[in-house]
């Protein structure tokens, strides 16, 4: 079993757990596009801002990330695939091609998330939130319990209900109490986050 790696503050026991399954063929050549609702606002988080990558993916931002990518490469994605550059490179962020780029200044994840919301002027949906995989971005879907059985320790199969997988790499996840702990911690992060049931 491969555990992945989570934000910065969170445990694995803290969070959805997942690992990576028996991976379904089929799952692998579904394409990563969703029908369902999504932000406006998509991103391409330069290399120093992995933690905050994570986090925009958690709020359920469509969030490109790559811990080796130049920047001639990160310009050209964004342009292409209609990105807001997120990056704390003065440099990079002067550069003239990028349609919008946020200088990401704050030195915390607090202030970084609060600072992209505050550029988008987003508001987050629930209905959203952890709907990607946090590790390749790609949106997550609600599957049969029947269907995860022999993917998953049995232990998991016996005391959840609620599966999800990823559409992409095949991720399975599921949420134990985890998910208002998340929003909780959410709201620590960013003040005045309104996650009321809309
Ligand atoms: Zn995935």
């Known amino acids: 079993m491969r555990m ?5 503050g969170i445990s694995v026991s803290d969070f959805w757990v997942s690992l990576l399954s028996l991976t379904r063929p089929n799952m692998m050549n579904t394409p990563s596009v969703s ?7 998509r991103f391409f988080a330069d290399v120093m801002l992995g933690t905050l990558a994570r986090w925009l993916r958690i709020l359920g931002y469509d969030t490109s990330y790559k811990n080796s990518i130049d920047d001639d490469e990160l310009v050209r994605s964004c342009i ?6 997120l990056t704390r490179d003065r440099r990079l962020a002067k550069r003239r091609e990028f349609e919008q780029c946020l200088l990401i200044q704050g030195n915390t994840l607090s202030e ?12 987050i949906s629930r209905e959203l939130i952890l709907s990607r995989c946090l590790e390749c971005n790609a949106p997550i879907e609600r599957i049969q319990k029947e269907s995860v059985k022999g993917d998953v320790p049995l232990y998991v199969y016996r005391t959840q209900d609620s599966f ?10 599921w949420a134990g ?19 009321s049931e809309s």
């Open 164 to 173: 999800s997988q990823c559409l992409n790499c095949g991720r399975i996840y």
């Open 112 to 123: 970084q998330l609060t600072e992209v919301l505050d550029f988008t002027k987003d508001s």
């Open 35 to 41: 029908s369902e609702e999504t932000y406006e606002s």
């Open 4 to 8: 992945s790696s989570w934000p910065a």
């Open 80 to 85: 292409r695939e209609g990105r807001i550059a």
């Open 177 to 195: 109490t985890h998910r208002e702990r998340i929003l909780k911690r959410l709201k620590r992060l960013v003040t005045g986050l309104d996650l």
